[in-house]
Structure formats: structure tokens, C-alpha cells
């Protein structure tokens, strides 16, 4: 094919309403799967801190962040799925990638009406909001399959760190006062059988995260 084509598809927000809203049912699951996101994105830490009495979640980490292209092109492009590109490892620490269904990130929604993202990528910075109530509005729309949502563009000016995302959910649709422990426990499951010469760490709530807190022959 010599010319550009015309034609563009998108994805219809009630998928995202189907896939998105009520897709994982507990808060460690969907924090899962952002920290590995964060895996995916060659970070060496990612912390996660459980606010309890604002009821916010905040997940940082050190990766490679994101610029315009890649925001709009794979984190909001439903079904992105990264381990289909030509190289499925990592670009900088040649890992294997994480990502499942392409649709891991819509799992934020079912945990929290509000999420923002803050990014720097090769000193681009960016920074955005999407309410849960903003997207069922626009599903109700008369061109809900039309139309693509526009996340609301955030002011850059508190970004503090060089490179990596930070996501921060709030409005929470759960309590999360036990989290931090299940957490815990998730993660060092799923994450502490990583090959150890990949240099990669977690912590919640400022504690690191450890096989030894993987609970199985108590």
C-alpha cells in the first residue's frame, strides 16, 4: 500500500465500561498488575504508599516513563498488548515482559473513581486525569462509540522526579486499611521469583517487600 489510509478504529467506551469498571474485585490484584507495568517499563523500584486516612493510593517508580506518543499510543490504547512488539524484552534491561491482556491498566477503574498519571520521558512531561464519572457520561452519550474520551491535562509543575510515573488513585471505591499487609504478600508471590541479576525492588509504605513475606509454609 503506497497512500495513507483514511479510515482510524477505536475502541468503544462501553468496553471500557464492560472491561474497565468491574474488571478485578480487590486492590492488591490491581496493584499488581500497575507494578508490573512498572516492570515492563525497566523500572529498578517501585513503591507503593496506601494513604489510609486520605483514602489514597499513590505507586511510583523509576522507569523509563512515558512521552505524548507513548501515553496516546499504549497506555490509553485499550488492548495494547506489549508482548506482542517485534523485541518481546525489555529495551534497556532486556527483561521478559509482564504485560497480559493489554487491558491491565483499565483495572484502576474498578478500585477508584478518580486516577491521575504523572510522567517524564527524556526530560517530556505530562500529567492527566480521568474520572470514572466523566467516562460513564460520555458511554451515555449518543456517540459513545464514536467519540474518544479526552483524559483532563494536568499542570506539570509538581513533577519532581527525572524520569518514571507516578499514579495516583483516589475516590477509592474500597477500604483500604488492610491492604498493605495482602499487598505485601501479593506481590512478594508474584515478584520474588524474578531472576535476581534483574535489579528490581519494591516497598509499601516504605517498607521493602521480601520472599520471606510470601506466607506459604508458615
Known amino acids: 500500500m503506497t497512500s495513507t489510509s483514511p479510515y482510524e478504529m477505536s475502541v468503544s467506551l462501553n468496553v471500557i465500561n464492560h472491561l474497565g469498571l468491574n474488571l478485578y474485585s480487590n486492590i492488591p490484584a490491581v496493584l499488581s498488575e500497575v507494578v508490573a507495568n512498572a516492570w515492563d517499563a525497566d523500572a529498578t523500584h517501585v513503591s507503593v504508599d496506601l494513604d489510609k486516612a486520605a483514602g489514597v493510593v499513590t505507586v511510583q517508580d523509576?522507569?523509563?516513563?512515558?512521552?505524548?506518543?507513548?501515553?496516546?499510543?499504549?497506555?490509553?490504547?485499550?488492548g495494547y498488548r506489549r508482548r506482542d512488539d517485534v523485541d518481546p524484552r525489555t529495551p534497556i534491561h532486556k527483561r521478559p515482559v509482564m504485560g497480559r491482556k493489554g487491558i491491565g491498566k483499565l483495572s484502576l477503574f474498578s478500585i477508584a473513581r478518580v486516577i491521575e498519571v504523572y510522567t517524564v520521558k527524556d526530560g517530556e512531561k505530562h500529567a492527566f486525569r480521568m474520572k470514572v464519572e466523566d467516562i460513564k457520561n460520555a458511554i451515555t452519550g449518543e456517540l459513545a462509540d464514536l467519540t474518544p474520551y479526552?483524559?483532563?491535562?494536568?499542570?506539570?509543575?509538581?513533577?519532581?522526579?527525572?524520569?518514571?510515573?507516578?499514579?495516583?488513585?483516589?475516590?477509592?471505591?474500597?477500604?483500604?486499611?488492610?491492604?498493605?499487609?495482602?499487598?505485601?504478600?501479593?506481590?512478594?508471590?508474584?515478584?520474588?521469583?524474578?531472576?535476581?541479576?534483574?535489579?528490581?525492588?519494591?516497598?509499601?509504605?516504605?517498607?521493602?517487600?521480601?520472599?520471606?513475606?510470601?506466607?506459604?509454609?508458615?
Open 62 to 78: 523509576n522507569g523509563a516513563g512515558m512521552t505524548l506518543d507513548d501515553i496516546n499510543a499504549r497506555y490509553l490504547t485499550v
Open 150 to 218: 479526552r483524559p483532563e491535562k494536568l499542570s506539570v509543575e509538581g513533577i519532581d522526579f527525572t524520569h518514571g510515573t507516578r499514579i495516583v488513585l483516589s475516590d477509592l471505591k474500597k477500604n483500604i486499611t488492610q491492604t498493605a499487609s495482602a499487598l505485601r504478600k501479593r506481590l512478594a508471590r508474584r515478584f520474588s521469583v524474578i531472576d535476581p541479576s534483574f535489579i528490581f525492588s519494591l516497598s509499601v509504605n516504605g517498607e521493602p517487600v521480601s520472599h520471606a513475606v510470601r506466607d506459604y509454609l508458615r
